[in-house]
């Protein structure tokens, strides 16, 4: 029952993540920034949901070094907790 659960749940996380993404592109383009946010929050949220998106991002994030050294003290405070 529990892994039902958690299959629906995981299933309903990504595609509100995927709606999130296709949201954020148009509002990218507003003066106010809305979309740079809403889509980071989408890829957050998509990859704490799927190991395979996980991959992806972690992937792209190691080969620019100048945006992982900005992010990576976020996942050593979450390995401390």
Not at 3 to 17: D, N, P, T, W, Y
Not at 46 to 68: C, E, G, N
């Amino acid at each position: 029952m529990i892994g039902m659960i958690q299959v629906i749940a995981r299933s309903i996380a990504i595609v509100l993540a995927i709606f999130l993404i296709a949201i954020s592109i148009p509002l990218f383009f507003l003066p106010i920034p809305l979309g740079l946010p809403l889509f980071i929050f989408a890829m957050i949220l998509l990859a704490a949901t799927s190991r395979r998106a996980h991959r992806f991002i972690t992937d792209w994030l190691k080969r620019h070094p100048a945006v992982w050294d900005r992010v990576k003290h976020i996942f050593d405070k979450i390995k401390r907790d």
